[in-house]
């Protein structure tokens, strides 16, 4: 009897995680350093002296790589592989299980709908693969970042119709045929559809920035922080959805509004990674920062739910669990 290959949920066992680290000065600028920091802290959190699961920084080229090398901690292992930006979450591999065995899925990436086009991209999910000792990944021949999707491990996914069925992803297919190679190739049996993703979030709506699947059946949604919360009305409409759809529906804190350099940005609590050991949340120096992490804390008891800045990752697009892609154990 063949078992269905699919990718488990995030808090199911590790084996391993990969991690980008920022490679380009002309990408980063004056924040590359103080990003690279930031990824160490959150690389180091991960591993947890050893406690936690293997952690992979990959580095787009020798010269950082050798960076990586010095600034990580004791047990962090250095990757060389080269790609555009540090992204892995959408431009890696997704991993699947059948409980006896492993196999890779990779996926077309357009550079979120054409917007960031970088060499090195498009194919870092096949060397990964390869990097990894997987075998031959199953490519997917239509665009889909891993952002854009959560899985309960039960065939039960969460997107959103703002990405997945936007005209700049995949224009010649349907929401139905799109919903129908998704069942296909991640083992899914129904998706939960959202509406849109927060407001100004150059992916198009990532889902990983808006709800999150925290158990079987039950997923974490923002509820807004004041009357000025940009996301108010997205919220309420996600909340809706997955009420609707019969999910046991958690609310967590909002950061509000949150202003860099003038202009609104999507900070989210939501884009915390579930490590084996630690849950890794990111910070914003907002007023709700220490109450997001108690509340995250008390949905994984068996977890140490640590919170840091990433400030300077933010001016790239994105958090914590947008540079991450995990390979779960069998």
Aim: aromatic share 8%.
């Amino acid at each position: 009897m063949n078992r269905i290959e699919r990718q488990p949920p995030e808090w199911a066992p590790h084996e391993s995680v990969w991690i980008g680290f920022p490679s380009h000065a002309e990408l980063w600028e004056d924040d590359l350093d103080p990003a690279r920091a930031e990824v160490i802290a959150f690389a180091d959190a991960v591993h947890a002296g050893g406690a936690g699961e293997t952690v992979r920084l990959v580095a787009a080229d020798r010269e950082s790589a050798e960076v990586a090398a010095r600034l990580a901690p004791a047990g962090v292992e250095i990757v060389t592989a080269p790609f555009g930006d540090i992204w892995l979450r959408d431009t890696g591999p997704i991993i699947v299980s059948n409980g006896e065995r492993r196999a890779a899925r990779s996926f077309l990436f357009n550079g979120w709908g054409g917007k960031y086009r970088l060499e090195g991209d498009d194919d870092l999910a096949l060397r990964l693969v390869e990097s990894g000792g997987f075998g031959e990944a199953r490519r997917c021949k239509y665009v889909l970042e891993g952002g854009a999707i959560d899985v309960d491990g039960t065939g039960l996914a969460v997107t959103t119709e703002q990405c997945l069925l936007n005209p700049n992803r995949n224009p010649d297919l349907s929401k139905a045929e799109i919903e129908a190679r998704l069942l296909g190739d991640l083992g899914l049996d129904r998706i939960l559809w959202l509406g849109n993703g927060l407001l100004n979030d150059h992916t198009d709506g990532h889902v990983d920035n808006l709800a999150r699947f925290v158990g079987e059946g039950r997923i974490a949604i923002p509820e807004r922080a004041g009357e000025d919360d940009p996301n108010a009305a997205v919220y309420r409409d996600a909340q809706a959805r997955a009420r609707a759809f019969g999910l046991d529906v958690v609310p967590l804190p909002s950061p509000g509004r949150v202003l860099r350099d003038g202009e609104i940005i999507p900070a989210s609590y939501m884009n915390f990674y579930i490590g084996n050991a630690a849950v890794v949340v990111p910070l914003y120096g907002a007023p709700n920062d220490q109450a997001a992490i108690a509340a995250i804390q008390q949905l994984f008891p068996s977890r140490r739910v640590v919170g840091f800045r990433a400030d300077h990752i933010l001016t790239g697009g994105g958090s914590f669990h947008c540079i991450s892609q995990q390979v779960p154990s069998l």
